[in-house]
């Protein structure tokens, strides 16, 4: 299954919202009900952390302003105001069709 | 949840590298493990997933009959042995946790860099 994310470069002003979708080319949709689709984010020089699962569950730690959505093959990741630790690459990743797991080719934020 | 990769360096094309991970903060041997790999400046590619118990494992087919994933769940550890290494294997490694076998992956090591070059 392919990951496709849009836009890969993302600059955004301070306190300005942001958008970063993800499509994959078979839905993600399992046959248990639930769709498994994550986001990552991974700051300069560090490992990647997980933000949201299950398209719209945020992890423990992770600030309301990241939300997740969307169902089927679309998907997106909003932030509702960007700050400067939020600067990095975000990355969706499914986990339904495996192997392999795969990655989405990753969205690059930076503030304008 | 702490993730510690080591054994990472330089080889040379050809040559053989084990990698470990260390792992602490929850029941080990609960969980599925991965080994994702993140070439310099580039994205992120899965390479190996191995179940609770080592009963089984899976590969990327880019590593697949040259990199081996074990596990040793008396010592909270992960390995990755890889041999005949090219220059294309030049990557940081991590070591993963698998949450629940649905979500695949959550927490993720430090990294270990491994440089393949003559």
């Known amino acids: 299954v392919v990951m496709t994310q849009s836009p890969l470069s993302l600059p955004v002003t301070l306190g300005q919202p942001a958008s970063i979708s993800c499509r994959s080319s078979q839905s993600l949709l399992y046959s248990d009900g639930n769709t498994y689709l994550s986001w990552f984010q991974q700051r300069p020089g560090q490992s990647p952390r997980r933000l949201i699962y299950?398209?719209?569950n945020r992890d423990s730690g992770v600030p309301d302003r990241f939300s997740g959505s969307g169902s089927g093959t679309d998907f997106t990741l909003k932030i509702s105001r960007v700050e400067a630790e939020d600067v990095g690459v975000y990355y969706c990743m499914q986990g339904v069709y495996w192997p392999p797991v795969t990655f989405g080719q990753g969205t690059r934020l930076e503030i304008k | 949840v702490q993730l510690v990769e080591s054994g990472g360096g330089l080889v040379k094309p050809g040559g053989s590298l084990r990698l470990s991970c260390t792992a602490s903060?929850?029941?080990?041997?609960?969980?599925?493990m991965h080994w994702i790999r993140q070439a310099p400046g580039g994205g992120l590619e899965w390479i190996a997933r191995?179940?609770?118990?080592?009963?089984?494992?899976y590969y990327a087919d880019s590593v697949r009959g040259r990199f081996t994933i074990s596990r040793d769940n008396t010592k909270n550890s992960l390995y990755l042995q890889m041999n005949t290494l090219r220059a294309e294997d030049t990557a940081v490694y991590y070591c993963?946790?698998?949450?629940?076998?649905?979500?695949?992956?959550?927490?993720w090591g430090l990294g270990a860099l491994v440089t393949v070059s003559s």
């Open positions: 903060g929850f029941t080990f041997s609960d969980h599925y």
């Open positions: 299950q398209v719209s």
């Open positions: 191995i179940t609770d118990t080592g009963s089984a494992t």
């Open positions: 993963a946790r698998d949450p629940d076998t649905s979500n695949k992956v959550d927490y």
